[in-house]
């Protein structure tokens, strides 16, 4: 009887509960983290949204050694676009957007880091705040997170980066 309540208890106290989701530890919402949805495009994605002024330094700063103590290396270039390094050396990147609902445009400040793993997959994160044009960039961060599969990242097919999920 003891061994079946104990099996029991355990079951219901374990991580694996039936018909949760198992979803990649690299996906996991930084603290404060706010609106999290999740997809299955690839091997899996993360949205949500932090309040941090930019240029988001405590975000990157738990972001960056999160990776490499799970074993995720860094990439000099933006493995798309090699010769055009990412974030970690050229820094945050300012453009124009005009994709906006009404054809409004916005000024978009955005980071994007990319890690690699010894099986090939690539780890993707994309930091940006989205405001008027013009002003500086408020405290409203938007976080993008996406694992590709070796095969994904190194095919011949162009790469579909996965749209925000909306709110």
Not at 98 to 104: H, N, P, Q, S, T
Not at 140 to 156: K, M, P, T
Request: charged share 25%.
């Amino acid at each position: 009887m003891l061994c079946v309540t104990w099996t029991a208890l355990a079951m219901l106290c374990s991580p694996q509960t039936v018909g949760a989701v198992a979803r990649p530890k690299e996906l996991r919402p930084l603290p404060g983290a706010k609106r999290v949805k999740y997809g299955n495009e690839y091997e899996g994605t993360i949205s949500y949204e932090l309040t941090e002024p930019y240029p988001a330094a405590h975000a990157i700063d738990l972001l960056r050694p999160r990776f490499k103590r799970d074993g995720w290396r860094e990439l000099a270039e933006d493995f798309l676009n090699p010769g055009i390094p990412n974030s970690f050396s050229r820094g945050w990147v300012l453009y124009e957007d005009a994709r906006f609902k009404g054809g409004v445009t916005k000024d978009v400040h955005q980071w994007d880091g990319q890690w690699s793993d010894v099986t090939g997959r690539i780890l993707w994160y994309t930091l940006k705040y989205v405001g008027p044009v013009g002003d500086q960039p408020g405290n409203r961060l938007e976080v993008l997170g996406v694992i590709l599969s070796a095969d994904a990242a190194h095919r011949d097919e162009p790469f579909q980066r996965p749209k925000r999920s909306k709110s």
